[in-house]
């Protein structure tokens, strides 16, 4: 997130103004002439009458670059910091620049000169100053932002200014990793479709910063965001409300903003649900295995046992524990004809019971994908699964995992994660827009969109069920 520098004369608000709109926005505040007091241990004013105005410089330069090494802040600069070209260039590299261009005749009649030695002797050399500097002023700034009339208005255009900037996009996806994901692809390429300019783009948001990045978001241009790994179930406490499907769930990977306001949903399930369908496969009646009791099994579970499955058999690893809390909720999500629910261990004996009449096993773990050091120990249990089953794997990349070679070594039919992928992001965007879209029409743009994105620059590296 870049900096919001504030430049222009002495007496033009900057001070004021940029505490005001950091303290709206949640940002930090750094003002370089309270940073330069404060390194002097003397006011301006003395540092002036002691030391005069080049050793003032030294030390505003120190506090500029001070600044500049901070992210997401508010920066007030003293008047004079574009006297200095490498003030400006550490300031730029990354920040935004903006000039408060106030009229030297307003600023005279209302400056308290005792702070400000340049003035001190003359109010008047306002006038003087703006004359000799608007013009770098203007040099330097990526924005000019009018302050004619009076300290309200330039508040109100200078929250406008960073409501559109914290982030700079329209729609994301936020994870960790989140640079290769094949999301803004998807989404851009249906954009595109529909005659939206929005953008989408990643934004890299590690775990410590969720609640600073949902802070940013309330008050940016955002209107949505997608949420892939690891925040999926991280993401939840710091939103406003969660719909019914993602309450039960446990898990969000859509976020709809609206004034201020976030709203979490899950669509990974439904995908996953509708790419089923496209195979001519459902949950309801059905045997359903699922490998693994994270935040995608739990929602994989609800769904299954909502559509009326008849069997849901949930298989945990390291810790069979969180196998039984999602067995629990997903039976309390479930409507009138209650499933068979199972918690098991991923041990032979128990694999054979809970496979043998399964009609869909599906792996929710990250176990094969690209870049994970490990992968299943042991495939053995594939043995166990009738002719008629489908094996899913939630990982799109690789586009077959060694659990769907095995499986389709055994002569099963097989599915990875990328149908799930676009159909999730499909109803996101319906989310998004406030609209239903034409899904069959728009999945070919998408699918299109991502086979471009693997041949141009790979696929994507986090590359686990939907975003």
Known sequence: MKNIVLIGLSGSGKSTLG????????????????????????SIAQIFSEYGEARFREWEAAAAQAAARRKGCVIATGGGVILRAENLRALRHNGRVVFLDRPPVEIANDLDVRARPLLAADAGRIHELSRARRER????????????????????RLCAFVRGAYPDADFAVIGDPVGHSLSPAIHNAVFAALGISDAYRAIHVPAGGLEDFARRARASRLR???????????????????DEEARLCGAVNTVRVRDGRLTGYNTDAEGLLRAFGRRGRAYGGGDIAI???????????VKAAREGARRITIFAGRRPEKAGELARRALGAAGPHKPELVAA??????????????????NATPLGMRGMADDHASLAFLE?????????????????????????????????????????????DEIFLGRALNAAALYAIAAAAISRKKR?????????GAE
């Open 19 to 42: 505490a005001a709109v950091a303290e709206r926005f949640g940002l930090d505040f750094f003002d370089t002439d309270a940073e330069t007091e404060r390194g002097a241990g003397m």
């Open 137 to 156: 002023y203007l040099a330097c700034a990526d924005v000019c932002l009018p302050c004619a009339d009076g300290l309200r208005d330039a508040f109100e």
């Open 224 to 242: 949505g965001f997608n949420v892939t790994i690891p925040h999926k179930q991280s993401i939840i406490q710091f939103l406003d409300e969660t």
């Open 291 to 301: 490998l693994g009791a994270g935040g995608a099994a739990a929602g994989i579970a």
């Open 345 to 362: 261990e991923m041990k032979p004996d128990a694999l054979r019971a809970g496979l043998c009449d399964a009609d869909i096993l599906i």
């Open 384 to 428: 166990y699964l009738p002719a008629r089953a489908l094996v899913c794997d939630l990982i799109y990349d690789p586009p077959q995992t060694k659990f769907l070679r095995e499986a389709a070594a055994r002569g099963l039919e097989t599915m990875n994660g990328l149908d799930m992928l676009v159909a999730q992001a499909l109803l996101a």
């Open 456 to 464: 141009d620059g790979g696929a994507s590296r986090e590359a686990f």
